[in-house]
């Protein structure tokens, strides 16, 4: 690189004004062999340029992405929270990510993101410093994202994702995203294969929404491992965390537990040809208290055909400790739960697609489904109201850039 | 007359020597190139991996740095079928997701052949591809890859 740079260097001054002269003198008096020359000059000067601007780009990168949609439900259900009377606000979000090197091996990386049902407030997704050792090994702090699942890295970057949302019956039931703390990762390099096994241990305090209100959720002790095999055709992924958890607060309107032995389980599998794609993940949440345990799993298959990849997704959810809820108001947060989806994602130009998806959930049994409206139909006392099947249409809108 | 029908042999003889020219150029094939300090050859594997950012290193031990043409360039289109067997489509996900999760950055895009010539010339570890018709000695190939 050195070499490079001091050779540019060296050819600015006489790149530029011969260039310039050139431009003034009357093109067509030149000769085929010196307008190839004068060719040949400038693509020179646009390399160095290039190049000057990458130098300067290699100490600070800022990279976004960009999604937005419409979602409408056949009935008040409130699978993804969606209605009759869907808003473009539920699937929009803006999110921004800045690498800063710090050294040749050190790194720190922000995401911000916005979204849309959250009145656009600008959240620290990611804040975390990153340093890879020569030998494979990568230590981060900071605050990161739980590596739950196969797509936790890239949950909320639909550009990447071939699906117009992640399965709700796997990525739903944990309701944060992100943590502080500090993971160690290694990466075993095989012939046509590797290995990448990460340690993580943190706190997460954050809040989300449950039965109709926003809720505390505190992870203390949270430690957990992940490892993940490819052979850059097939990958296979497990991982087990746990944590003592408390959801809502004593005495306040929902109190799903302090302080209890949680723990998570999942197994993923994929198989990416550039042709065909397949997915699939089966994960398990073992929560003491009232907070639900819950098994879910999805399997996905679809095919790439040119700009077009049309895609199936079936999955599943069933909470296994009713018996802890029997006969309280938290009942509701008994699941059971299928869900069906049809779609296809579009590249319609370069770094955006587009996507359409039609799903279908059944197989509630005899209890919520889970869903978001039908939880607050049995809260109201109306039980009656309670819909055994919903229908969701969306359209969505992603980019990356 | 005449001199017409004396003429016309000699126009086909132009022609037919401009063909056997133009020959080679019709022929052009895709070539992978290295910085000529480089190394003297390279697997499809090795430069499959480096392109689909499964190995960061050239089989010398260098740091590779890799260089692509704009979409549209008809190498370009050669080299994935040859090479990555991925589609300019999968290809843009694909590195999304790996610059957004921090596991590296996609090849630099080079508007023209000899923009990409110029710059693997120049630069140590660098590897990239071009018309075989456009070589010369200021960058070495280190693969010929047949279909």
Redo the contacts between chains.
């Keep these: 690189m050195k070499y490079s740079l001091f050779r540019f260097r060296k050819s600015t001054p006489a790149i530029l004004p011969v260039t310039l002269l050139a431009s003034s003198l009357s093109l067509p008096a030149f000769s085929q062999d010196q307008q190839q020359r004068l060719d040949q000059m400038e693509e020179r000067l646009n390399t160095m340029q290039k190049q000057m601007t990458e130098s300067a780009l290699e100490k600070v990168r800022f990279n976004g992405f960009f999604s937005t949609g419409y979602t409408r439900a056949t009935n008040d259900a409130g699978y993804d929270d969606a209605t009759e009377q869907s808003d473009l606000q539920t699937l929009s979000l803006f999110g921004l990510q800045g690498t800063f090197a710090l050294g040749r091996n050190t790194d720190a990386v922000l995401q911000l993101v916005s979204r849309g049902n959250e009145d656009w407030d600008t959240e620290l997704e990611w804040g975390y410093l990153r340093h890879q050792f020569r030998t494979g090994t990568e230590v981060r702090a900071g605050k990161m994202r739980l590596p739950l699942f196969m797509e936790s890295e890239t949950l909320e970057i639909g550009y990447g994702q071939t699906w117009a949302r992640p399965p709700e019956a796997v990525y739903d039931p944990v309701p944060v995203r992100s943590y502080l703390g500090g993971d160690l990762a290694h990466t075993f390099n095989f012939d046509s294969s590797s290995l990448q096994t990460r340690l993580f241990a943190g706190h997460l305090d954050d809040e989300a929404d449950s039965l109709g209100t926003v809720v505390d959720v505190e992870l203390r002790n949270l430690n957990g491992l992940t490892a993940n095999w490819t052979n850059y055709l097939w990958t296979f992924r497990g991982v087990y965390a746990r944590a003592e958890s408390s959801v809502g607060s004593v005495g306040g309107p929902v109190d799903l537990g302090q302080d209890e032995k949680a723990e998570f389980m999942g197994l993923g599998l994929s198989y990416d040809d550039g042709a065909w794609l397949l997915m699939s993940e089966l994960t398990r949440i073992e929560v003491d208290g009232e907070f639900q345990d819950t098994d879910s799993a999805y399997i996905t298959v679809g095919r790439r055909i040119s700009e077009v990849t049309p895609y199936l997704t079936a999955s599943w959810i069933e909470s296994q400790d009713n018996y802890e809820r029997d006969g309280t108001p938290l009942e509701v947060l008994d699941v059971r739960r299928q869900a069906y989806s049809l779609g296809f994602r579009w590249d319609m130009m370069p770094s955006v697609a587009m996507k359409f998806d039609w799903t279908h959930a059944r197989g509630f049994s005899s209890t919520t489904g889970g869903l978001t409206g039908n939880q607050q139909k049995v809260l109201n006392g109306n039980p009656g109201d309670v819909s055994d099947t919903t229908d969701l249409y969306t359209i969505r809108l992603d980019a990356a850039f | 007359m005449r001199i017409l029908s004396r003429k016309v042999p000699g126009r086909l003889t132009l022609a037919l020597a401009t063909l056997m020219m133009l020959s080679p150029i019709a022929s052009a094939e895709l070539v992978i190139i290295v910085h000529p300090g480089g190394p003297d050859s390279i697997t499809r594997?090795q430069v499959r991996d480096i392109y689909?950012n499964?190995?960061s290193q050239m089989p010398d031990g260098q740091r590779a740095v890799a260089f692509e043409l704009a979409?549209g360039n008809s190498m370009r289109d050669e080299f994935n079928d040859l090479i990555t067997?991925?589609?300019?489509?999968?290809l843009?996900?694909f590195w999304?997701?790996q610059?957004?999760?921090?596991k590296g950055?996609p090849p630099?895009e080079?508007?023209?052949a000899?923009?990409m010539k110029?710059?693997v010339s120049?630069?140590?570890g660098a590897i990239g591809y071009l018309d075989s018709t456009l070589v010369d000695d200021s960058v070495k190939v280190a693969l010929t890859p047949q279909p």
């Design positions: 594997q689909l499964r190995s979409p067997e991925r589609s300019d489509a999968w843009k996900a999304s997701r610059v957004l999760t921090g950055q630099t080079m508007s023209s000899s923009g110029s710059v120049s630069t140590l």
